[in-house]
């Protein structure tokens, strides 16, 4: 079964940092762009970040832009996304899914084998 994966939540407080993790399982994703999306309560999901097939192919929300690094290790099969000074405001559930469209992350994109999410919550 093809399954994404999503790790390294937690409550943090404000200005502090957390590193989720998205290891990917029944396949590779050497060859995939893979977003990162977070969903508040009341809110409609956002894509945070996403990194291509390449790895100097990225995107950042213009929220989470000089705070958050998007990265990835084919050996581990999982791709991370580094955050620091975060603030109540990025409290969410925090989603990873793989762009099945393209290996990159602009243009067309169709995000599927979303993973089951993990909450991270941050206290001012």
């Known amino acids: 079964q093809s399954q994404l994966v999503e790790s390294g939540g937690g409550l943090v407080q404000s200005g502090g940092s957390l590193r989720l993790s998205c290891t990917a399982s029944?396949?590779?994703?050497?060859?995939?762009?893979i977003g990162w999306f977070r969903q508040a309560p009341g809110k409609e999901r956002e894509r945070v970040s996403c990194?291509?097939?390449?790895?100097?192919?990225?995107y950042y929300a213009d929220s989470v832009k000089g705070r958050f690094a998007i990265s990835r290790d084919n050996a581990k099969n999982t791709v991370y996304l580094q955050m620091n000074s975060l603030k109540p405001e990025d409290t969410a559930v925090y989603y990873c899914?793989?762009?099945?469209?393209?290996?990159?992350?602009?243009?067309?994109?169709?995000?599927?084998?979303w993973g089951q999410g993990t909450q991270v919550t941050v206290s001012s």
């Open positions: 899914a793989v762009n099945i469209a393209s290996s990159y992350c602009s243009g067309v994109a169709t995000y599927d084998r």
């Open positions: 990194i291509g097939s390449v790895d100097s192919n990225t």
């Open positions: 029944g396949f590779t994703l050497d060859n995939d762009a």
